[in-house]
């Protein structure tokens, strides 16, 4: 059970790092952007293609995969979502979705559609009642505490991250005071797609990385983000967090049932909201 | 200084605004009545930049403002004050005006003063957040936050709806010193009549998307009766 339980943290730390740019962008641009599976996935594949020329340093590799997916994600944001700004949804849902389509194809071309493995980089495990722990799951954990604390600072502490805060509550009053709302917004998208890359790189040892990687992990983020409430930044925590145990629990006893299960907890957060509403 | 030249504004198909002019002179206090719907938001969102004129075009300061958007606007000196009284709820009072301060390269501390001279008991209540103000806190709130950094036009939905007498003349002695001072011009969209006669420079009524009538003589603004036709 404590083995689950560990297991469900580090899946709900990395639901947390992929759910959050998600999160912010519709909360901010009311986009639903599908293209963030894309840049998740082609920053694993960076990372995975820098590794072994970097001598095999974990660190260096996953820095060194991020930088490169900045300007992926600026790209998206520049010269497709901002297209989108303020047209319906389902606009930007096809845009958005083809761009993981395209991603897709790009990734089987490149690199192929085998399955590639990744070594897990601390190697340690530990003994505690009876079960073994990776170290690295609980690094994993960890690390999401300590993303969720520096955003928590960063939204709450800087300028640009009030403008943001402001902006997701009323987007025309920041403007109305003279301040460029998409610069922010393309700040926090590039932000958003890096800490999808870091959760992706982070998730490769433990998984796999394979060309639908992105298709696999961006619905469950999207029930996460439906769950912790779009644009809630404390909600999307508990709700991957949450999640993650739901998957990790429910996979314990019944394995194929455990990606279906997120849907029926988002099923009823979704009944429960319209409810009280 | 703001031109509004016979403009159209659509919602979708859904055509709200036909033919509307008006203009303001500096240091002047306009006043826009009308009945609800009458189209008095859409014309304040059109000239602000928030809504583009399906046809016809606004001026501001010499300058035909078709191609600008509503922050480049702000940045020329124009504030539109929503008629929500709509505050960044999630963030504390010193932080709107932080923002106001950010946004016009204005430092916080003379952002503050401006804030506080407008109305001094903004100062007690500093770091709660704004969400949690009343309705009048959030309105001075909203004004002072829209002064900071000198604008030149201000925009101001309704600023009395929803409020009790007395922080309504808390509003209006905010709106006088406002007028008196004189270096900022405004337009006021308000349905309280007896604010509209003791502050209003000039009065426009619009009805159902038309600029129906403008009252220029200062007899005919204190006789409400007229206007009362129109609420
Ligand atoms: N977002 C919108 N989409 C479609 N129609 C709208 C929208 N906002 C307003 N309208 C319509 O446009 C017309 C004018 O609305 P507007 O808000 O400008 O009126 P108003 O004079 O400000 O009214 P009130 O006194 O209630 O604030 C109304 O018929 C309204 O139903
Ligand atoms: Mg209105």
Same mark, same amino acid.
């Given at each position: ?277 | ?9 659509? &919602? ?10 008006? !203009? ?32 016809? &075009? ?24 929503? =008629? ?5 709820? !999630? ?45 009048? =806190? ?52 308000? =349905? ?11 009065? &426009? ?24 036709? &129109?609420?």
């Amino acid at each position: 059970m404590i083995e689950s339980a560990i297991y469900g943290l580090t899946i709900g730390a990395i639901l947390y790092f992929v759910s959050i740019g998600l999160s912010i962008t519709f909360g901010t641009m009311r986009i639903i952007n599908f293209a963030h599976g894309m840049v998740y996935a082609l920053g694993v594949y960076f990372f995975i293609t820098f590794l072994p020329r970097v001598g095999g340093n974990f660190v260096i590799s996953a820095l060194l995969a991020i930088a490169a997916a900045i300007p992926v994600g600026y790209a998206i944001e520049r010269f497709v979502i901002r297209r989108l700004y303020g047209e319906s949804l389902d606009y930007a849902i096809i845009a958005t979705y083809a761009l993981l389509l395209i991603g897709t194809d790009a990734i089987k071309w490149i690199w192929g559609t085998v399955p590639q493995q990744v070594t897990e980089p601390i190697g340690i495990s530990f003994r505690f009642f009876g079960g073994g722990f990776p170290l690295y799951r609980v690094v994993i954990s960890l690390s999401a505490l300590v993303l969720f604390l520096g955003l928590n600072l960063f939204f709450r502490k800087t300028v640009i991250g009030r403008i943001v805060i402001a902006a997701l509550d009323d987007s025309e009053g920041v403007q109305c005071l003279g301040l460029d709302v998409n610069k922010y917004f393309s700040i926090v998208f590039v932000l958003g797609s890096c800490l999808a890359v870091l959760g992706g790189i982070l998730y490769a040892p433990i998984s796999a990385a394979d060309p639908y990687m992105g298709h696999d992990i961006l619905l469950i983020a999207f029930a996460v983000v439906i769950v912790g409430g779009m644009g809630n930044l404390t909600g999307t925590f508990i709700s991957a967090l949450a999640l993650g145990l739901v998957i990790a629990i429910t996979g314990r006893y019944w394995s194929e049932a455990a990606d279906t299960m997120v849907f029926a907890v988002m099923a009823i957060v979704l009944i429960y909201k319209s409810y009280k509403a | 200084m703001l031109d509004v030249k016979e403009i159209d504004a659509a &919602y979708g198909r859904a055509k709200v605004l036909h033919d509307v002019s008006l !203009n303001v002179n500096r240091g002047e206090m306009v006043f826009i009545v009308g009945r609800n719907g009458a189209g008095k938001t859409t014309l304040l969102k059109t000239i602000s930049g928030l809504m583009k004129p399906a046809k016809g &075009y606004v001026s501001f300061e010499g300058r035909d403002t078709r191609g600008l958007t509503a922050v480049k606007l702000a940045r020329l000196g124009m504030r539109y004050v929503a =008629q929500d009284k709509k505050v960044f709820g !999630n963030l504390t009072v010193r932080s709107n005006i932080e923002l106001a301060a950010y946004a016009s390269g204005v430092a916080m501390p003379s952002a503050i003063e401006r804030v506080t001279s407008i109305y001094p008991d903004i100062s007690k209540f500093m770091d709660r957040k704004a969400g949690g103000l009343s309705g009048g =806190q959030r309105e001075i709130l909203l004004i002072g936050r829209a002064m900071v950094g000198s604008p030149r036009l201000l925009l101001i939905d309704e600023p009395t709806e929803g409020l009790a007498a007395i922080v309504i003349e808390d509003i209006m002695r905010i709106l006088t010193r406002m007028k008196e001072g004189s270096e900022v011009s405004a337009i006021i969209v308000e =349905q309280n009549l007896s604010v509209v006669n003791r502050l209003a420079d000039r009065i &426009y009524i619009m009805k159902e998307g038309k600029m129906i009538r403008e009252i220029a003589d200062k007899a005919q603004m204190t006789d409400t009766s007229e206007m009362e036709n &129109y609420l």
